[in-house]
């Protein structure tokens, strides 16, 4: 059974860009949640979809979005690049539960210049 | 809200001895307490949860943990380590009852250092 896979795995962006990470998740996994890592901050939540819907949210700014689609893939995406948005961006995946194990992926580690 | 503390930054410890990586937690609601581990450039891999029961839990590569609650403790322990060991553990919590729809709060992480 293939991992939470995320693509791209490096990208490198300037300040004001935008920019798309996408996340596939296991197989039969309908929810979906992104993590920002940091040195400073640490791990941080930032929301989670199941079904192609939100369902919870964490504290972060508006620019900060995201989406899950049928096949319960999911994007986010950050508009407005700033400097302290370079971080490693986890996907995590899950039957439904928070009693389920999370499946990490690799990250997409997110430089902003 | 809910508070993780992971008392030691970084653990360096011999190979075949034993370990105990230290968690605090705050929370004025019950929790799910989790220990994940990430190796260099990957993701993190759940280690044990402790959702309710046996407050001794045991986890895959010999790792365990024990829950106290007057304490609002969650250490981490393996008895003898390997070098293989060598990788960021991070205790993280999450609100018991299903409304916390993947959000967990992770400590700042411990990193463990096994020597030869």
């Known amino acids: 059974k293939a991992g939470v896979t995320q693509t791209p795995r490096y990208l490198i962006k300037t300040r004001g860009q935008q920019v798309t990470l996408s996340c596939s998740p296991i197989s039969g996994h309908r929810s979906v949640s992104w993590y920002q890592q940091t040195p400073g901050q640490g791990l941080q939540f930032l929301f989670e979809y199941f079904s192609e819907t939100q369902r919870n949210k964490g504290n972060f700014p508006g620019r900060f979005s995201g989406r899950q689609f049928s096949n319960s893939r999911s994007e986010m995406n950050v508009s407005t690049l700033e400097l302290g948005d370079s971080a490693l961006y986890l996907c995590?995946?899950?039957?439904?539960?928070?009693?389920?194990?999370?499946?990490f992926g690799s990250g997409t580690q997110l430089s902003v210049l | 809200a809910q508070s993780v503390t992971q008392l030691d930054s970084q653990v360096p410890v011999f190979e075949e001895a034993p370990v105990e990586l230290r968690c605090n937690y705050s929370?004025?609601?019950?929790?799910?307490l989790f220990w994940y581990v990430q190796y260099p450039n990957q993701g993190l891999q759940l280690l044990l949860k402790?959702?309710?029961?046996?407050?001794l839990v045991k986890g895959i590569n010999g790792f365990e943990a024990e829950f106290n609650k007057s304490q609002t403790s969650f250490h981490l322990r393996k008895p003898s380590v390997h070098i293989s060991d060598t990788a960021e553990y991070f205790c993280?919590?999450?609100?018991?009852?299903?409304?916390?729809?993947?959000?967990?709060?992770f400590g700042q992480g411990t990193i463990l250092t096994v020597h030869p």
């Open positions: 929370s004025s609601v019950s929790v799910y």
């Open positions: 995590a995946s899950s039957l439904d539960s928070i009693n389920e194990k999370l499946f």
């Open positions: 402790y959702l309710s029961g046996s407050t």
């Open positions: 993280a919590v999450s609100v018991a009852g299903g409304t916390s729809y993947g959000k967990l709060t």
